[in-house]
């Protein structure tokens, strides 16, 4: 081939592809995936990956060559870049997107095999050793500013490096140093697996039995029913044939305790952790170390299903029903458990999803598969707590600001006179909710969004928490004048507040996203719950998950309904599954949980099913609503938002392309399959000063439908004022 196509990341351009000539002496060596150096522009010599292949260029215009090869050792394969092809095909999004969430960007930025930046100071080195006048006269025949490569950087090298900046010879601009995330557990000794038992052998069993089924299987357990140690089994005997596992969890926190029980299971030599917080050194290390084959497993989060993991055996992804998986902003709006299902195709091996609470989709899907495994006990046989509703309808009056019900607050004292820990619910962060004018009803909305604007005690502002814009509580009613502004509804934050003045003496903590603003807060928090230091934990759904302190045993819902009445058609499902998994939480050792829901609605079909932990009632319900109304898994999403600062061209806009697509719909033949809805307003009006309007499309024949419709949406242009977001299976249609 004569040219190659290659990625640079460039400032204020972004990532981009570019075409360069190969010389001649390259041709032979040169490899998708490797590192290069390209002239570009008045910038020099830039780094560059090569990612294809070809023998024309549109235009005529004069190609640049390729000035060297950094590293002959490619970082990615063709197979992974064909795996990205398809991801922006799916999401309708460009291949640029996608390689940009895929690859970190230090592999771009930064010369491949650079470990220090330094730069001359002084030239002449009187009375210095011989290797120390060596580096000098090194650096001073390339110039000024050196990047020093990896193989000048031999540990002595490095130490004679610092020796000539502290001395003052050089200075050292940057430094890379690898660090292990694991160090922390280098004299942990490994573990023996734990030996299945009952249900646990029968879903081990199972599983392997469908190891070569082309579909997700899915593990349907209860909490602690000790799916982990099913999975761990299976892992074992993937690394037995030489094969590599992928694992992931739905956030960081869980990716983290999942990693440290990898290591202990399987030593830390063959873990690593991939996740988006994981610092760009750090990241470039385990990409390299991930490409030569040196990490038998990988733990992480969403990210992490674009890691390079080689010759992968097993795809594990654990909590499978939660949207941290799906990202929905920025593009590409992939979901994890999609991608990870078209690489397990690739590499032909199972994937496996788990969850107490599957997905509706996926449960559906699985059944119909015979891939299907379930766990209904607790591994202890600790029996699941069941939940006891109090109908706020009744209790309301009599609770403490008629909030915190009688019959709570009895059981909070109990545990806490037993030294047990509690954790308390409220999914909704902030103060209170709402704002709003006694005198003439009028609630104080986001000037920019379409939304309540919700008051912080803490920081004593009203917060928007769609763009997090701040104001003062104003004093006097913007729209009739009155001062008689008051706040209702409740949020975390007053819940803390209520259940310091009930209990003084009890420690109470807070977790919500609110305090997320310091790094690993949150973490932090979770142990020290771990540990036994907080008595009352209060919190939104992040409290939902994960933990598991057997000296938890009451678990406390202060508005259990407040999921349900979301206008989206997965808000039962969501909240089905927040009160089971919260309600999972209570009693997992040896002492009995309780677990408390308050409501206004007890009789909602998926709250009673929420209540007797009854998933397969709750399905039989779900499901058949979904068959009634067209939605997910009778048919695929693709949700279309357009907006504008202008919100009658938004509205114009949207409307044109319904049109043009109900045309073309008409014209293919394709009408009675793909249903276009909309447009209409979003239920979000307005965000950040963008009014916004969504289109549905509902495609009920799947990758042919699928495939019509990501043709019209790549020839959709917009006027540069209006934004168009394709979102593909979209978590909410909010
Ligand atoms: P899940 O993943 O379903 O929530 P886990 O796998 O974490 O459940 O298991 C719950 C608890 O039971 C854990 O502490 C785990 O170590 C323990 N456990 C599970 N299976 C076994 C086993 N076969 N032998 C001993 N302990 C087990
Ligand atoms: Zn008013
Ligand atoms: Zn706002």
Redesign the pocket.
């Known amino acids: 081939m004569k040219y190659a196509m290659v990625l640079v990341n460039i400032k204020g351009l972004g990532v981009k592809t570019f075409s360069y000539l190969i010389p001649d002496e390259m041709k032979d060596i040169i490899q998708i995936g490797q590192a290069v150096l390209v002239p570009f522009g008045r910038q020099g010599l830039i780094n560059a990956f090569v990612v294809g292949f070809s023998d024309y260029i549109p235009g005529d215009f004069r190609v640049k060559k390729i000035n060297r090869i950094l590293d002959k050792t490619p970082l990615f394969s063709l197979k992974y870049l064909k795996l990205l092809e398809w991801v922006a095909n799916y999401y309708c999004t460009d291949f640029v997107t996608v390689l940009n969430t895929a690859l970190p960007m230090r592999l771009i930025e930064k010369n491949a095999k650079v470990e220090l930046a330094v730069s001359l100071i002084k030239e002449d080195g009187e009375g210095l050793t011989k290797r120390q006048k060596e580096i000098l006269s090194l650096l001073k025949e390339r110039g000024k500013s050196s990047l020093i490569e990896f193989e000048e950087i031999a540990k002595t090298t490095r130490t004679t490096m610092k020796k000539l900046a502290d001395t003052g010879f050089v200075k050292i601009e940057e430094e890379y140093i690898y660090r292990n995330p694991l160090s922390i557990f280098k004299d942990v000794p490994v573990e023996p697996l734990y030996k299945l038992q009952g249900e646990q052998v029968d879903a081990y069993e199972g599983i392997k039995s469908k190891f070569k089924s082309q579909n997700p299987i899915l593990l349907h357990g209860v909490t602690a029913s000790g799916k982990t140690e099913v999975y761990f089994k299976l892992i074992q005997d993937v690394l037995d044939e030489g094969k590599n596992v992928l694992f992931l969890a739905p956030e960081i926190a869980l990716a983290s305790q999942l990693t440290k029980r990898l290591a202990r299971k399987f030593g830390i030599k063959d873990v690593a952790i991939w996740h988006s917080s994981i610092g760009e050194g750090e990241k470039y290390d385990v990409w390299q170390r991930l490409y030569k084959n040196e990490i038998r497993i990988l733990a992480g989060a969403r990210s992490a299903v674009f890691a390079p993991l080689q010759n992968i055996g097993l795809i594990i992804i654990d909590e499978e029903h939660e949207g941290a998986y799906k990202q929905t902003n920025p593009a590409p709006r992939y979901d994890a458990r999609v991608v990870a299902r078209r690489l397990a195709q690739f590499y032909q091996a199972p994937l496996i999803l788990g969850s107490a609470t599957p997905d509706v989709s996926t449960y559906y899907y699985a059944s119909n598969n015979n891939n299907l495994f379930e766990m209904k006990h607790r591994f202890n046989n600790s029996p699941l707590a069941k939940p006891q509703v109090i109908n706020m309808q009744e209790h309301g009056k009599a609770a403490y600001r008629n909030i915190i019900s009688k019959p709570l607050q009895t059981e909070i004292t109990e545990t806490l006179e037993r030294g047990q820990q509690v954790i308390l619910l409220m999914n909704r962060r902030g103060y209170s909710t709402y704002t709003q004018c006694k005198a003439c009803g009028t609630v104080i909305e ?1 000037p ?2 379409s939304i309540p604007m919700i008051w912080h005690a803490s920081i004593k502002q009203l917060k ?1 928490h ?2 997090n ?1 701040e104001m003062t509580f104003p004093d006097y009613c913007p729209q009739c004048g009155s001062d008689a502004l008051s706040t209702s509804g409740v949020g975390t934050q007053k819940i803390e507040v209520l259940i310091k003045e009930l209990y003084p003496n009890a420690r109470v903590e807070r977790i919500d996203s609110d305090i997320l603003t310091k790094k690993n807060a949150h973490i932090e928090l979770l142990s020290k719950f771990q540990r036994g230091e907080i008595d009352i934990l209060v919190g939104t759904q992040m409290i939902a998950k994960g933990l598991d302190n057997p000296n938890v045993t009451l678990v406390g819902v202060l508005s259990a309904d407040s999921g349900f009445s979301v206008p989206d058609y997965r808000a039962s499902e969501r909240g089905f599954q927040l009160l089971t998994q919260v309600a999972g939480r209570a009693g997992r050792g040896e002492f009995k949980g309780k677990v408390l829901f308050q409501t206004y609605n007890p009789e909602y079909y998926a709250f009673q099913s929420a209540k007797s932990q009854n998933y397969e009632k709750f399905f039989e319900t779900e499901i058949k609503s979904r068959e009634e109304y067209d939605y997910p898994p009778f048919s695929q999403i693709v949700r279309l938002i357009i907006s504008s600062e202008n919100n009658f061209r938004a509205e114009k806009s949207s409307m044109e392309i319904a049109m043009k697509f109900n045309s073309m719909t008409e014209k293919f033949g394709f009408s009675e399959y793909v249903e276009v809805l909309g447009p209409t307003p979003c239920v979000i009006e307005k965000i ?1 000063g963008f009014y916004r309007f969504q289109i549905l499309i509902k495609n009920k024949l799947s990758q042919k439908g699928h495939d019509f419709i990501s043709k019209f949406l790549n020839k959709i242009t917009m006027p540069k004022d209006i934004r168009l977001a394709i979102d593909v299976d979209p978590l909410d249609i909010l």
Do not use: V
């Open positions: 986001c920019d969004c928007c769609y763009c814009k950040n």
